[in-house]
């Protein structure tokens, strides 16, 4: 498993942890970074392979808030 495919994989749970239902996540031919929102409520998933210093790997407002539309 990839680096970028374990980030998807905790940011994916994190975001249904939340009551999110993620679209398929869009990445970079390098594989560098990747995105997702959710279908319902449109809130976004970033995820970086690698961070500046003063970042970190997975941000986004699907991580960070529940879900407004989830059921």
Not at 6 to 16: D, G, N, V
Not at 43 to 68: D, F, H, W
């Amino acid at each position: 498993m990839t680096k970028l495919n374990r980030l998807i994989k905790e940011a994916r749970e994190s975001c249904q942890w939340r009551g999110h239902r993620m679209d398929r996540f869009q990445h970079n031919q390098a594989q560098t970074y990747a995105i997702s929102v959710c279908r319902d409520c449109g809130y976004g998933v970033g995820i970086k392979t690698n961070p500046l210093p003063n970042e970190i790997y997975i941000v986004g407002s699907a991580v960070a808030l529940n879900c407004k539309e989830g059921k």
